[in-house]
C-alpha cells in the first residue's frame, strides 16, 4: 500500500494516551474494517506527502499486515524486557533506561552502497511514509507478545541506499556508549550488539524499521530511537538502539550467534519444529497470559509463511537454524 494519506483520524492515535485501552482497540477495530474501504471510502480525502519523523506520529496509515489478535498492554510490552546494555533481567530496562538520551541521533550508512556517510535519524526517514503495524512477537526464550509498532519498512530505507551487486547481507549495529548504556560496563555480551540479515531477507515487506508502539515514541526499554523488528523471526534479531548499518558481501556476525553458535543461528526463524537446546519451541507462553491459561501452539514462521517461505525454499532448516 503505497498511497499516504494526511488523515484526520491522526487524532486515534494520539486518543491511546488519554483513552483506555479497551476504547483505543475498539477504534483500532473499526479503522482496520473502513480500511478495507479504503479506495472507495477515502478516495475523496487529500493525500499529502508525509515526513516521517521519530516524534510526531500525527498522519499513519494502518498496515493491512496487521495481525486481528489483541495486542498487550502499553504496560505489559514496556516492563518485560531483553536489553542487555541496561541489564539482564526483564524489569531491568523499565528501570534503568529511563534517562538514556536519544536526541540528537544520527547513523552510518557504509560498505556495498552508493548512498555512504552519517545522518541525522529524522533527515534520513523523512521520505518514509509511517505505519502502525500490529505483529506477533516470539522470544526463543518461549514467551511472546503482540505489539502495535510504528514503523516503515526497511526496504524503503535500503532503496535509497542504493546497493551495488555485491550487498548480500545488511549489517546492524546497536550504540556503544557504556557511559550511557551501563549494561555495556559488564561483559555479559561483546558490545557492541550486532545483528544481520540476508539482503532479501532485509526486503521482505514485513521487516520493518520501528520508531513507535501504541502511537508513542518508542520507550528507551524497547529500543528508542530506532530498532528493527522481523516477525517471522526470534526476538533477538530484533536489534534496538541502532546507530550503524553496513552493507556486506558475506554473512555478518551477529551477536547471540557468536556467543553460543549450537544454540543460536544466523537465520533465527521461528520455528516449532526445530527445538533450542535448553528450550522447546513448539508452543510458547504469552506475557499477561493466567497461570490457568494453556500454552499456546507456535507457528512456523510465527504464523507469517504465506509471506516469508519462499525465502527459505530450498533450505534445510534444521542445519540452518
Ligand atoms: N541492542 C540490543 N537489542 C536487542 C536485545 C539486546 O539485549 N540488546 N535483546 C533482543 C531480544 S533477545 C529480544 S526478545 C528483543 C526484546 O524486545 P522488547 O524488549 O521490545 O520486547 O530485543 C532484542 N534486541
Ligand atoms: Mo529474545
Known sequence: MSIIIKSSRASDIKSSEITPESDYLNRREFIKKSSLLLGAAWAGRVAMPVAASTKDFSSIIKSPYSTDVPPNSFKEITSYNNF?????????????????????????IEGEC???????????????????RIYRFRCVEGWSMVIPWIGFSLADLIKQCEPNSRAKYIEFTTLYDPKRMPGQKRRVLQWPYTEGLRIDEAMN??????????????????????????PWKYGFKSIKSIVKIRFTETQPACTWNVTAPKEYGFYSNVNPNVDHPRWSQRTERRIGSKFWEPKQKTLMFNGYGEDV??????MDLTKYF
Do not use: C, H
Request: net charge neutral; hydrophobic share 35%.
Open 84 to 108: 542487555y546494555e541496561f541489564g539482564t533481567s526483564k524489569k531491568d530496562p523499565a528501570r534503568n533506561a529511563g534517562d538514556f538520551q536519544t536526541d540528537p541521533w544520527s547513523i552510518t
Open 114 to 132: 552508493k548512498k555512504q556517510g552519517r545522518f541525522d535519524l529524522d533527515d534520513l526517514i523523512k521520505p518514509f511514509a509511517l505505519e502502525e
Open 205 to 230: 515487506p514485513l521487516t520493518l524499521m520501528a520508531v513507535g508502539l501504541y502511537g508513542k515514541t518508542m520507550p528507551n526499554q524497547n529500543g528508542a530511537p530506532i530498532r528493527l523488528v522481523v
Open 309 to 314: 517461505a519462499y525465502l527459505y525454499k530450498d
